[in-house]
Nanobody
């Protein structure tokens, strides 16, 4: 397993933007799918976005609640994946986790490396 390191969380107001970063050290970064999940207090972990490793990283998928507002990208040279979050809402408040795995998937059990999480809080 690879230890992933997230950053970029914080406190913002509704309507504002935030960008999360996730560094995934390891020489096989470009061969793995990268994803973001989130978990709010008292709720199950929720799929946010995933980006594939092939086709220049153009294959992406988003959870319904963030579609059109969030964008996932990756920079293989920097071994980093990003989550650009626009038009944030109070309901986006959660701990956001970065994940890495061999499959392009939207379920947490398909990913075998995780970060510690970064808190995102959106005030009304």
């Amino acid at each position: 397993q690879v230890e992933l390191v997230e950053s970029g969380g914080g406190l913002v107001q509704a309507g504002e933007s935030l960008t999360l970063s996730c560094v995934a050290p390891g020489y096989l970064f470009s061969k793995y799918a990268m994803a973001w999940f989130r978990q709010a207090p008292g709720k199950e972990r929720e799929f946010v976005a995933v980006i594939g490793w092939s086709d220049g990283g153009r294959l992406t998928q988003y959870g319904d609640s963030v579609k059109g507002r969030f964008t996932i990208t990756r920079d293989n040279d920097k071994k980093t994946t990003y989550l650009q979050m626009n038009s944030l809402r109070p309901e986006d408040t959660a701990v956001y986790y970065c994940a890495q795995g061999p499959l392009f998937a939207n379920t947490s059990r398909k990913f075998n490396s995780w970060g510690q999480g970064t808190q995102v809080t959106v005030s009304p």
